[in-house]
């Protein structure tokens, strides 16, 4: 089966936006989003949408307004091209150097590293249940028949004292105990 040669690509994207739509809503401060939030790095300097939650590229990061690029929710070729108009062309307010970015993101990567889970081990057993369990396995379909015959007649001993009704079928203080079962019926609408 042969490859296909059709292969999606990302349209090519200008490199700075010409449209001079600004979004109403207030700027966007970078230093109050997490520093795994954003990226600051001049070849690719992005963030991730407050309101869709996509990553999206910052154009004019050098210029007075730099801005969010006009963008759509949803993954590339998988869901349906819905604008996010919240987050599009919104001002974008840098207000954190990329030294002190970069400083943030590897304090943030060494602390989640120390946080990683160990290997559990299992909890060793006391000599009484390592006993139980090794007598549990060495025990055969006719040693656990034999225990069961054993038991039996202690069984149905049990039962038939169960079984048994006392000498007075009735209280004696209250009526006599119904024998009967009872149905009751639904009363007519």
Same mark, same amino acid.
Do not use: Y
């Given at each position: +089966?042969? $490859?296909?040669?059709?292969?999606?690509?990302?349209?090519?994207?200008?490199?700075?936006?010409?449209?001079?739509?600004? %979004? $109403?809503?207030?700027?966007?401060?970078?230093?109050?989003?997490?520093? @795994?939030?954003?990226?600051?790095?001049?070849?690719? *300097?992005?963030?991730?949408?407050?309101?869709?939650?996509?990553? !999206?590229?910052?154009?004019?990061?050098?210029?007075?307004?730099? #801005?969010?690029?006009?963008?759509?929710?949803?993954?590339?070729?998988?869901?349906?091209? !819905?604008?996010? @108009?919240? /987050?599009? %062309?919104?001002?974008?307010?840098?207000?954190?150097?990329?030294?002190?970015?970069?400083?943030?993101?590897?304090? /943030?990567?060494?602390?989640? $590293?120390?946080?990683?889970?160990?290997? !559990?081990?299992? #909890? *060793?057993?006391?000599?009484?249940?390592?006993?139980?369990?090794? *007598?549990?396995?060495?025990?055969?379909? $006719?040693?656990?028949?034999?225990?069961? %015959?054993?038991?039996?007649?202690?069984?149905?001993?049990?039962?038939?004292?169960?079984?048994?009704?006392?000498?007075?079928?009735?209280? +004696?203080? /209250?009526?006599?105990?119904?024998?009967?079962?009872?149905h009751p019926q639904?009363?007519?609408r």
């Amino acid at each position: +089966m042969s $490859a296909s040669t059709l292969e999606r690509t990302a349209r090519t994207r200008r490199s700075r936006t010409r449209s001079r739509t600004v %979004n $109403a809503r207030p700027a966007l401060v970078i230093s109050t989003l997490k520093p @795994h939030q954003f990226d600051l790095r001049p070849t690719c *300097a992005s963030l991730v949408c407050p309101d869709c939650r996509t990553w !999206v590229p910052i154009t004019g990061l050098q210029t007075k307004q730099p #801005k969010v690029v006009p963008h759509d929710t949803g993954r590339a070729g998988k869901d349906a091209a !819905v604008r996010c @108009h919240l /987050g599009s %062309n919104r001002l974008v307010t840098v207000d954190v150097t990329v030294k002190k970015w970069q400083e943030r993101l590897e304090d /943030g990567g060494a602390e989640t $590293a120390s946080r990683t889970a160990t290997t !559990v081990l299992p #909890k *060793a057993f006391s000599p009484q249940t390592d006993r139980t369990l090794r *007598a549990r396995a060495e025990r055969t379909a $006719a040693g656990r028949l034999a225990d069961w %015959n054993a038991v039996l007649l202690r069984v149905a001993a049990a039962d038939k004292k169960r079984r048994a009704v006392p000498a007075g079928d009735a209280p +004696m203080d /209250g009526p006599e105990v119904p024998r009967d079962t009872l149905h009751p019926q639904r009363p007519a609408r």
